[in-house]
């Protein structure tokens, strides 16, 4: 039986299909999943399922449980905000799951590329992801909920900042140093993959998808994946208001920190912008728009000085060249 047959007999049992045929029209799913959006007749709906082999050049296994925990971070954010996560709709076999899907919602990497960077859309991004992390600090149930450090560790831990550590010597100690307390830091709930490419720019403001990698630990991470995401489009697009952007994004986070204080988080944000800021160009899954190998070099450069001599996150950004001359 096909992929397709099996997601319309699970979409049948669920009760988003009919007995007629069921039409899956593949989405880019990025490396990690399989995405189809599916006619319904209550409207269009996505279907997700991850995959147990990341789409990368390297060797990298993933828990397919994950899907289990991207529902689970869907619905906890929703009830921080329902404006900010579409809504999970079933729970189907072989951890897929079905949602709503937002028509006229465009991809917040697309508008970035196309030119239409909105600071304030950045820095209501920034907001919101603080809101989410405000909700669940030092919350017993969601550390329960989100005991996935297996999970994370397989797909951020190791491929991020082990791998690079083998890797780079110059670095190393510094990345096993950050490694061992990101592991160990348990404080709220981390989507994992904050990345524009995650991210729809809703009618009513940023839209989350793709928590994947969700786990109770440190939530300077999603600060920093964000951040790294905007700085490394900073230099390949060579636009000025991607910093500007990353600035409003790091700002409007900050206002939100009421769980701990904001100096010591923006540290740890640095150093793991940093981090990933290297891993995006030496790590399992680096930034596939990053070919030029100048362009290469100047984030690996100011990469790797930040992390011998690390910098608040905010710091770092003030400080981020596109170009060197």
């Not at 007629?20 to 990025?30: A, I, K, Y």
């Not at 770092?316 to 060249?321: G, N």
Request: glycine fraction near 6%; aromatic fraction near 8%; charge should be negative.
């Amino acid at each position: 039986m096909t992929a397709g047959a099996n997601i319309a007999d699970d979409l049948r049992a669920a009760g988003l299909a009919g007995e007629g045929d069921v039409v899956l029209v593949p989405l880019s799913g990025g490396v990690s999943c399989d995405v189809w959006k599916v006619e319904t007749p209550d409207g269009p709906i996505v279907v997700k399922r991850p995959l147990a082999q990341l789409r990368v050049d390297a060797e990298w296994h993933a828990p397919i449980e994950r899907g289990q925990s991207e529902v689970r971070w869907l619905r906890r954010a929703r009830a921080v905000n329902t404006s900010i996560v579409p809504e999970v709709l079933a729970e189907l076999p072989g951890y897929g799951f079905a949602m709503r899907f937002l028509p006229g919602a465009p991809v917040w990497k697309d508008e970035l590329i196309a030119g239409r960077v909105d600071a304030a859309f950045a820095a209501a991004v920034g907001g919101s992801l603080a809101a989410v992390h405000s909700a669940t600090a030092n919350s017993a149930a969601d550390r329960d909920a989100f005991a996935t450090d297996a999970m994370f560790r397989a797909l951020r831990i190791d491929p991020f900042l082990l791998y690079v550590a083998q890797k780079d010597a110059e670095v190393a100690s510094a990345l096993y140093a950050l490694a061992d307390d990101l592991a160990s830091r348990k404080l709220a709930l981390v989507h994992g993959d904050v990345s524009p490419k995650n991210i729809l720019v809703g009618a009513d403001g940023p839209v989350f998808l793709d928590a994947e990698c969700a786990v109770y630990g440190d939530p300077a991470f999603d600060l920093a994946f964000c951040t790294t995401h905007l700085l490394l489009k900073a230099v390949w697009l060579g636009d000025a208001r991607l910093t500007e952007a990353a600035t409003a994004l790091v700002a409007a986070y900050r206002a939100g920190i009421d769980w701990e204080d904001a100096d010591e988080m923006f540290h740890r944000a640095g150093k793991l912008t940093a981090a990933l800021l290297l891993a995006r160009v030496e790590g399992k899954s680096p930034a596939p728009y990053l070919t030029d190998l100048e362009q290469r070099r100047i984030v690996c450069d100011q990469a790797r000085a930040r992390l011998l001599a690390p910098q608040p996150v905010d710091t770092l950004v003030a400080r981020w060249k596109r170009t060197i001359a």
